[in-house]
């Protein structure tokens, strides 16, 4: 059983799709992860010698991921919602961030729709 930054691999993936299960960690990162190891990227997690765990952990180790990374990010945003950017604002209010139309999608981030009463829905 690999587990890496207390994350639990998936044992029948091969190795560079396991390793994208850890958080801040992508396929061409695992890939350099695997290079640098010296481990096959596409042996499956389950046949990995304890030497190649080791390998790609110290490996691992290297990089920003897991809760250092999570905690970077809200340290991130909560010093934009601080300084009042516009990006900052837009958390606040839990409106999309990055410049999408909030018109008629943007769900995600405002939640379900509100019923406002005696409106007449206006069809295009």
Known sequence: MARIKNIELPREKRTVIGLTYIYGIGKSL??????????????????????????????VDNHLTEGDLRR??????????????????????????????TRSNARTRKGRGKVVANKKVVSK
Not at 39 to 57: F, G, W
Not at 81 to 94: L, P, V
């Open 30 to 59: 695992a890939e350099t992860i695997c290079k640098n190891a010296k481990v096959n990227p596409d042996k499956k997690i389950k046949d990995l010698t304890a030497n190649e765990e080791n390998a790609l952990r110290t490996e």
């Open 72 to 101: 970077e990010v809200q340290m991130s945003i909560k010093n934009k919602m601080e300084i009042n950017s516009y990006e900052g604002t837009r958390h606040k209010k839990g409106l999309p961030v990055r410049g999408q139309s």
